[in-house]
Structures are given as C-alpha cells and as structure tokens.
C-alpha cells in the first residue's frame, strides 16, 4: 500500500532532551511536510521540503531541525530549545510544491514532561 | 494569503446533505481554494479544490460563488463517518509560499443518526 507513515503514535519525553520523529513515503513525492497541532486548533508548517537535499523554515521553525538525505524520509528532531514541544506533530507530502493535495500521515502525539 | 472565515460548528441528519460555507472575500484572482477534514486525532484528508468553476469528484462538491468570495462544501448524502472538522484554505502558489497551507480552526461538523 502506497501511503505516509510516522512512527511512533506516541511518545513521551522528559524536558531536555532531544527527540526525532520519523517520517517516511512510498509516494514518490517530492515535496514534504512537517506541521504541528495544539489542542483545539489548526496545522502551523515546521518545515517544508520542496526537493531532496533542500529544505525551508516554516512559521514556527525555531526549536526544529530537519533532514532531507533520500526522496522517501523527512525526519523531524525537536531539540530542547523548543519551549512547548507538547503536540500532534503532522508530516505530509504532494507530488511536487504547487496546486495539488498533500497527503498526510497518522500522525505522532508527543507529550514532554 | 486570504483570510477565510467559518462557522464554528454545524450539524447535520445522517443522509441529508451538508453544505459548509467559508467566507474569502479578500482572495486574489490566482488563489485557489481547498478542502480538508480531519477526523478526531487522524491526519487531515484532501477533499477537494478549485479556482474559479464548481468542481466534483467521488467524495464532495465545492461551488465558489461567481465574484469568488465565498464557497460552499457539499457532502450530499452525509453519513456519520462524515463527522470531522472540515477545513477550507485559501492558497497561492508563487515563491516562497510554493505548497504552504495555512489551517485555520475549521467547522466541526457533527452528523447524527
């Protein structure tokens, strides 16, 4: 089955430390995404990629770092700069940057106490 | 991008139709306007989209009015699967925003039996 997956569906963390969220397609898109959820309201972009090797800040990328090594993975690292990284952490992907929908994965609940 | 503005929560009869206004009225002449719910804790799913005339596929229609100002998403035949918060986004596709989407808090809709 073609799809988004992340892993884990949850995760729990104490202050301080750094953690990675993994995100991988079997689409063939070239472009992913990282986006955030709090309780009650919409999506804000992390990062984004457009290509492999490339990426760009988001509206809320202070905090985040990303990689973009192969075409299929786009993971997430949430260091402990990031003030309230408690969320729904989001990764989707479309087949290029441009008019056409993004598919989204399952999603990664991530609690930090 | 434009601001869009929606109903907080609607409810609807199970196999009644749906209809889910959104207000654009300060979108562009190459915005385009998308469609996305998200059940309770899931990624969000593409719905639908378009520029200027109505569109239809398997799973909704999206008629925009004529000065492009405001759109109405239908699910003809709601079911309660059909219970989720339906986003509506407005998006252009040029430079540095290529592939952004920018969530709002959406309509929860609610459909009961």
């Known amino acids: 089955d073609g799809g988004i997956t992340q892993s884990p569906k949850y995760l729990f963390r104490k202050e301080g430390q750094n953690v990675t969220l993994s995100c991988e397609q079997n689409l063939n898109h070239d472009a992913m995404y990282w986006y955030r959820q709090d309780p009650g309201q919409g999506l804000r972009l992390i990062y984004y990629?457009?290509?492999?090797?490339?990426?760009q800040k988001g509206d809320i990328a202070e905090g985040y770092s990303v990689s973009r090594e192969k075409k299929e993975s786009f993971p997430l690292t949430v260091t402990s700069a990031q003030k309230n990284p408690t969320a729904f952490y989001l990764c989707?992907?479309?087949?290029?940057?441009?008019?056409?929908?993004?598919?989204f994965g399952p999603g990664t609940r991530l609690t930090v106490t | 991008d434009a601001k869009t503005t929606q109903p907080t929560s609607m409810d609807c009869a199970e196999g009644r139709a749906a209809n889910l206004p959104c207000n654009h009225s300060t979108i562009s002449g190459n915005e385009y306007v998308y469609w996305y719910r998200q059940i309770h804790s899931q990624g969000p799913q593409y719905i639908i989209h378009?520029?200027?005339n109505n569109e239809t596929n398997e799973m909704a229609s999206l008629i925009i009015t004529e000065d492009r100002k405001s759109s109405t998403l239908i699910l003809p035949h709601a079911t309660l699967r059909d219970t989720a918060v339906y986003y509506c986004?407005?998006?252009?596709?040029?430079?540095?925003?290529?592939?952004?989407?920018?969530f709002g808090r959406g309509t929860q809709l609610t459909v009961w039996p």
């Open positions: 989707a992907s479309s087949k290029r940057a441009g008019p056409v929908e993004q598919y």
């Open positions: 986004i407005v998006r252009v596709d040029r430079g540095s925003t290529l592939g952004r989407l920018y």
């Open positions: 990629s457009q290509i492999v090797n490339d990426f």
């Open positions: 378009g520029l200027k």
